[in-house]
């Protein structure tokens, strides 16, 4: 099964922009939908972004849109998260998940997650 390991997580100044790495290691890493999630304590987890195992479908929470971009590199086994405008509510733990087949923005849907990276955005 694949295996996910999160980095690029950091402290960074509103309006900043920091860039998530996923990388993955076993299992086929082009057959997986990848997904970004991120949560706050004691909030559920929440769809932030997610790309189709091709790269070639994309989609966005609201609260990101024009702000985030997602992307993917088959060819390093390594999926991107892009945020750029940051806000200080962007504040917390992100998550890459994976899945294979089609790509969905409902957290119990993956079944493979990495650790996680914090994000922090001060005002």
């Known amino acids: 099964q694949v295996q996910l390991v999160e980095s690029g997580g950091g402290l960074v100044q509103a309006g900043g922009s920091l860039r998530l790495s996923c990388a993955a290691s076993?299992?086929?890493?082009?057959?997986?939908?990848m997904g970004w999630f991120r949560q706050a304590p004691g909030k559920e987890r929440e769809f932030v972004s997610g790309?189709?195992?091709?790269?070639?479908?994309?989609n966005y929470a609201d609260s990101v849109k024009g702000r985030f971009t997602i992307s993917r590199d088959n060819a390093k086994n390594t999926v991107y998260l892009q945020m750029n405008s940051l806000k200080p509510e962007d504040t917390t733990v992100y998550y890459c998940?994976?899945?294979?087949?089609?790509?969905?923005?409902?957290?119990?849907?993956?079944?493979?997650w990495g650790q996680g990276t914090q994000v922090t955005v001060s005002s």
């Open positions: 998940a994976a899945r294979l087949g089609p790509g969905s923005a409902y957290a119990h849907e993956y079944p493979y």
């Open positions: 076993r299992g086929t890493f082009s057959s997986y939908a």
């Open positions: 790309i189709s195992w091709s790269g070639g479908s994309t």
